[in-house]
């Protein structure tokens, strides 16, 4: 009885890297994960990631597999009290039986500098290892002395083709799964479990688990479920259009904003959110096309985007949609430019292509004191605020990724000429 209050997606839970799915940029043979734990080097670490990714479980799985002691402990309810305990034991057992210990810290974000710094001396000395789960970014989120003392690795949502295995096993699965019971579910109800759940195994999981449980034997003595069932099942508004609508709502949305059409934007982002979709995603989108097609021709675009994504993610609907449709005024209306996007692309192209260069001489951190054709470093404050000298490397010197457009306000910017090849006021 005991084992029947357990949700689905718990009793689900993988024990081995054989059951875990998704990640396979992290699990896979040859990753730098899978070749720690293999010869014994993984040490401290913080995954982070959407929810349902597989973040606590990969952490169990690990120190199952370097058959190490681990304690589990959320950063909500747990201080540096149970900390302090557990590192004492960690030390016991290392000394008195050669026993690693894994200290797993649930949503590890939350905890303050002073809660983190309670950490820091045993995952040094090598007391502990420590892994951190977060659904948050840890080089922004965390204590900047944690994140230097693990490797961290970013989990991504788990594709439709995963969750829908993970869901097939659970249905088959008569000892921690629905395999004693009589279901059968209908492939578009399984198509539509993966594709709503976002990414998130426990969601879909749970998911299927109230489906089954609130529907009746039928005649024929099964559980039947079906893709009305699986939509009436899952903690998410149903979408009122398929997949591939999505995306093709989604496209015309961006490329409305691309092309200047207000109505055609507003129209599209709103029937997308009255669909289900998530404003945020809008508001996201919204981000990166103030920047990718307007650019410096109206860099205000870019404060008026980001200020409606935190309106929407801190308000929410419906009065946090009033700055986004502000927001999405402002990018359709405004000049456009892509030249930010195209000097991104160029320096990237570069830095891959040029990894042999070397700094100037007058521009490292400690340059030597013999001349070497470059000359010493002119502090520009020194003569105003701007002097020529040149900054690239030497096979780079000639190199432009920025060119001003003549739209907006970027026709009026004078690209300071810091190349040495190029004469002063030319």
């Not at 081995?16 to 998704?22: A, H, K, T």
């Not at 259009?241 to 691309?258: G, H, P, W």
């Not at 001003?404 to 300071?416: A, D, H, T, V, Y």
Request: hydrophobic share 35%; glycine share 6%.
């Amino acid at each position: 009885m005991e084992n029947a209050r357990i949700p689905l997606a718990e009793k689900m839970r993988p024990k081995s890297f054989e059951d875990f799915v998704g990640q396979e940029h992290i699990v896979d043979k040859n990753s730098l994960l899978y070749r720690a734990i293999k010869y014994g080097t993984l040490g401290s670490c913080i995954f982070y990631g959407p929810p349902g990714t597989g973040k606590t479980t990969l952490a169990n799985i690990i120190a199952n597999t370097l058959k190490a002691n681990y304690v589990k402990i959320n950063a909500v309810t747990n201080g540096v009290s149970d900390a302090k305990a557990i590192i004492e034991r960690a030390r016991q057992d290392k000394a008195m039986f050669g026993t690693d210990t894994f200290l797993i810290l649930d949503e590890c974000h939350r905890w303050n500098k002073a809660q983190s710094d309670c950490v820091l001396e045993a995952i040094e000395d090598g007391s502990i290892f420590f892994i951190g789960t977060t659904t948050e970014n840890p080089y922004t989120s965390m204590t900047r002395a944690i994140v230097s003392r693990c490797r961290v690795f970013e989990f991504k949502p788990i594709t439709s083709k995963d969750i829908k295995k993970a869901l097939k096993r659970a249905l088959v699965d008569s000892e921690n799964g629905l395999g004693n019971l009589p279901v059968e579910c209908d492939e578009d109800a399984l198509d539509y479990f993966a594709y709503a759940c976002g990414g998130d195994l426990r969601s879909a999981l749970n998911a299927l688990e109230l489906a089954v449980m609130t529907s009746p034997i039928a005649k024929d003595k099964k559980i039947h479920i079906d893709r009305l069932t699986a939509e009436q099942s899952i903690d998410k508004k149903v979408l009122s259009m398929d997949e591939n609508m999505y995306y093709d709502f989604l496209s015309a949305f961006c490329k409305s904003l691309r092309g200047c059409d207000v109505e055609a934007a507003l129209y599209y982002s709103q029937r997308l959110i009255k669909a289900g979709c998530d404003p945020m995603i809008i508001a996201r989108r919204l981000v990166a096309h103030a920047s990718e097609d307007v650019g410096m021709a109206d860099s205000n675009a870019l404060l008026l985007a980001t200020s409606a994504m935190y309106a929407v993610e801190k308000m929410g609907q419906p009065e946090g949609l009033i700055p986004l449709t502000h927001a999405i005024i402002y990018v359709c209306e405004a000049e456009k430019s892509n030249s930010v996007v195209v000097a991104l692309h160029k320096a990237e192209d570069d830095a891959v292509n040029f990894t042999d260069n070397k700094v100037p001489n007058h521009l490292k951190n400690h340059p030597s004191t013999n001349k070497d054709g470059h000359g010493s470093y002119k502090y520009p404050h020194d003569y105003g605020g701007y002097v020529k000298q040149q900054y690239m490397p030497d096979s780079l010197k000639n190199r432009v990724y920025y060119t001003p457009s003549k739209n907006g306000r970027e026709k009026n910017l004078i690209r300071k000429k810091i190349r040495t090849d190029i004469p002063d006021g030319k």
